[in-house]
């Protein structure tokens, strides 16, 4: 897992298992947000997979699924999730590009 922090309290990532959580916890992480379509790839966990991990390891969760450029309503649900949610944040996606447009968007 190659995580590469945007802020202080604001990181991403491409995507995560199960078998990342504990390593994000002990990381420091309170909350992950996953911007990943469920589906997107045959070889990925679906968000609920990663939610029940994260919840157990008493990690706060979203899901903002991003297809091309967020729309006006996913920036707003990113800035409400980052307003919400205890940081730090670790957000995911395949590769961490759109966690890292979707924050930018937010900021703004």
């Known amino acids: ?3 590469m922090p945007l802020t ?3 990181s991403v990532t491409a995507q995560i298992s199960a078998d990342d959580i504990a390593a994000i916890a002990a990381a420091g992480f309170k909350s992950i947000i996953c911007n990943r379509p469920d589906q997107e790839s045959a070889d990925q ?3 609920a997979t990663i939610d029940a991990a994260a919840q157990a390891a008493g990690l706060k969760t979203a899901y903002i699924p991003i297809t091309g450029m967020p729309s006006p309503e996913q920036t707003a649900d990113m800035a409400q999730a980052l307003s919400d949610l205890p940081a730090p944040v670790l957000a995911y996606c395949r590769t ?3 966690s890292s447009i979707i924050f930018n968007a937010a900021q703004a």
Do not use: K, T
């Open 1 to 3: 897992m190659n995580v």
């Open 8 to 10: 202080d309290n604001y």
């Open 96 to 98: 961490g590009n759109r």
């Open 45 to 47: 966990p679906d968000f």
